[in-house]
């Protein structure tokens, strides 16, 4: 299908919740927070659009908006040899639902974008952090997060004062 | 009746077979694997973050260090989402050398898979043999642009230096030998009995699942699924080189993904004697003064183009504001770079999508189906992950 059709096969069925096309590039999608799932269904069974196949979950923060993050999935057809993004944006404190149960892939990507923006989804079977330690503060790949901090240096003090003797660490020995 | 009791068994981070700082809990019923959970993040250096604060050219350097094995692929499709960001047009020469390296990386790729994975289950010999290859290829890296592993090969809108006559002498040498090499490996794997055992019927998985689980690359076509983004997207050239895209017997288990790598080996040797063929002769670099530093004698002789050259290296380029998505077939699946601009020299989010990481989170479906810890080691091999790319 070409960027047309696809957009018309949404757009019959979805006709509420379309807040914005763009087909310049790559065509993208942005719909309703809410409906994501429905819609992911919908991308994936729908006979002529079968995305089957979940490329990508990404997340972007946007501070100065009022619904902050955007969520961007890049979805493939390995059937129909076709592309789409659709994104959705939401608030600081809202959830946006799971694919997981659609795209088994989408497991590790949500966890992703959880750890790295702190972005909650509902229905997730098991969202922790995933490259980040557990016990990390913070996520950072929020405008707000800086990019040099001293945490490493005070862990280390930390470290020097619990194992290494007082004159060591004061530099008199 | 005795007891029976689950062991739970910590594989890694620091382990030889986890091939990086891959850490597993596998629990265990006696020898047979019951839950598999990874742990990730041993190498998380941020470089989306990273890329936040560099300029675009800054940070194709740090491409290097996603996947240390193939860093050419990584420079590769860097430097296309770049371009199509840009709306750039690169020089035919450029685009052909471009895949003559990246094929060359193919090989390299699969030849550490091949010595590692093999070694992993218990045969030395391909080791030996495969890493005297990828020492003939690191040499004809470090002839093109001076190191071996972080390549840095490719610049934003073409390529840095032309192939001359000796390294071409030197690559086509190589294409010639390599496919009676390959045939040695297979000498010593392929019909092998203790290979045979201990690669058929593991860590098997269906194509509607490597689908549902975002398996690419040779995972994916192990299990018969005929997708290969040089194919079905062509870029670069590729849409006038011809070549098969292998999909094994269509099993889906370690076995077949040997197949499907020695064969894609096979296949890039082909690429690369046509690209020779058909490489046309001239410019390396796009025509785009906002975007290409003029040429290093021109900078040396002219003060405009230093002031230029000085420029673009210090504040670098502004792209539209827009978000492209590009994606290449590396050696280990698709490998693409999500990029958002808002104008400024530097990228407002990039975001990298590495083969491995999907890849890696099919394991748990993998290890499904009575494998044993044994077989563990085998699938690990067979998904041919780097974890600088997982991590990032």
Known sequence: ?173 | MAEVQELVVNMGPQHPSTHGVLRLVVQLDGEVVTKITPHLGYLHRGLEKLAENKTYAQFLPVTDRLDYIAAVSNNLAYCLAVEKLLGLEVPRRASYIRVILAELTRIVSHLVWLATHALDLGAFTPFLYCFREREMILDIYEMYCGSRLTTTAFRIGGVPRDLDEDLQKKIEEFIDIFPSKIKEYESLLTRNKIWLKRTMEVGIISAEEAINYSLSGPPLRGCGVEWDLRKVEPYCVYDELEFDIPTGRGVGDTYDRYLVRLEEMRQSCRIIKQAFEKMPSGKLMAEEAKVVPPPKEKVATQIESLIHHFHIMSEGFNPPRREVYQSIEAPKGELGFYIISDGSPKPYRMKIRVPSFANLQAIGKMCENGMMMADVVAIIGTLDIVLGEIDR
């Not at chain 1, 001293?150 to 280390?156: A, T």
């Not at chain 1, 619990?162 to 008199?172: F, S």
């Open chain 1, 1 to 173: 299908m070409n960027k047309e059709e696809i957009i018309k096969t949404i757009k019959e069925k979805f006709p509420e919740d379309i807040e914005e096309i763009d087909k310049t590039i790559d065509l993208t999608i942005k719909v309703k927070r809410d409906k994501i799932l429905s819609i992911c269904k919908f991308l994936h069974d729908a006979p002529g659009l079968e995305f089957d196949y979940l490329v990508d979950i990404c997340g972007v923060d946007y501070p100065g908006r009022p619904s902050r993050f955007d969520v961007v999935y890049h979805f493939c057809s390995i059937k129909r040899k076709h592309r789409i993004r659709l994104k959705a944006s939401l608030g600081g404190g809202e959830f946006i639902s799971s694919v997981e149960s659609v795209w088994k892939a989408a497991n590790w990507y949500e966890r992703e974008v959880y750890d790295l923006l702190g972005i909650k989804f509902d229905n997730h079977p098991n969202l922790q952090r995933i490259l980040l330690p557990d016990e990390w503060e913070g996520h950072p790949l929020r405008k707000d997060y800086p990019l040099v901090t001293d945490e490493g240096e005070k862990w280390l003090e930390e470290k020097l004062k619990t194992y290494l003797p007082e004159e060591v660490v004061n530099g008199k020995l």
